[in-house]
């Protein structure tokens, strides 16, 4: 079952591997959609625990993100690889992205701060209207 506001799911991917393809919808709460959904994809994957926090926290991260400095409709693409996993949200937005200092009382400001420190790379691709914002999740976390 799909949670509220999602379309999408595990579809064959690169070498028969299952890739997770979700559009979580709009809104502030589609960060929570995504991770709802991610949760049992990773299960199913059986990663350990500790990846599949890194995994939840910085999907949710750059889901957020497109959802609040992006356009159009976000897209998150989950896939296991040798020994990491790449996660990929994409939307139709400027493709910009900001590392920001966020003061100790800020309330946000810290998301890409925490995908360059829990990721092993990370990157941003733009083409054809769309930019996707890019990580690498390192199985051994």
Same mark, same amino acid.
């Given at each position: 079952?799909? !949670?509220?506001?999602?379309? @999408?799911?595990?579809?064959?991917?690169?070498?028969?591997?299952?890739?997770?393809?979700?559009?979580?919808?709009?809104?502030?709460?589609? *960060?929570?959609?995504?991770?709802?959904?991610?949760?049992?994809?990773?299960?199913?994957?059986?990663? !350990?625990? !500790? #990846?599949? +926090?890194?995994?939840?926290?910085?999907? &949710?991260?750059?889901?957020?993100?497109?959802?609040?400095? @992006? *356009?159009?409709?976000?897209?998150?693409?989950?896939?296991?690889?040798? @020994?990491?996993?790449?996660?990929?949200? &994409? +939307?139709?937005? &400027?493709?910009?992205?900001?590392?920001?200092?966020?003061?100790?009382?800020?309330?946000?400001?810290?998301?890409?701060?925490?995908?360059?420190?829990?990721? &092993? +790379?990370?990157?941003? +691709?733009?083409?054809?209207?769309?930019?996707?914002?890019?990580?690498?999740?390192? #199985? @051994?976390?």
């Amino acid at each position: 079952m799909q !949670p509220h506001g999602t379309t @999408g799911g595990p579809v064959e991917g690169r070498g028969g591997r299952p890739r997770f393809d979700l559009e979580p919808g709009e809104g502030l709460d589609a *960060a929570r959609r995504a991770r709802a959904a991610l949760r049992h994809y990773c299960a199913e994957l059986r990663l !350990p625990a !500790p #990846t599949v +926090d890194v995994v939840l926290l910085l999907a &949710s991260e750059l889901v957020t993100n497109a959802v609040v400095h @992006g *356009a159009g409709p976000v897209r998150v693409t989950v896939e296991p690889a040798a @020994g990491e996993v790449h996660v990929r949200v &994409s +939307d139709h937005g &400027s493709g910009a992205l900001v590392l920001r200092q966020a003061g100790p009382a800020a309330t946000g400001g810290r998301g890409l701060r925490l995908v360059e420190a829990l990721s &092993s +790379d990370w990157g941003r +691709d733009v083409a054809a209207g769309t930019t996707t914002v890019w990580c690498r999740i390192p #199985t @051994g976390v």
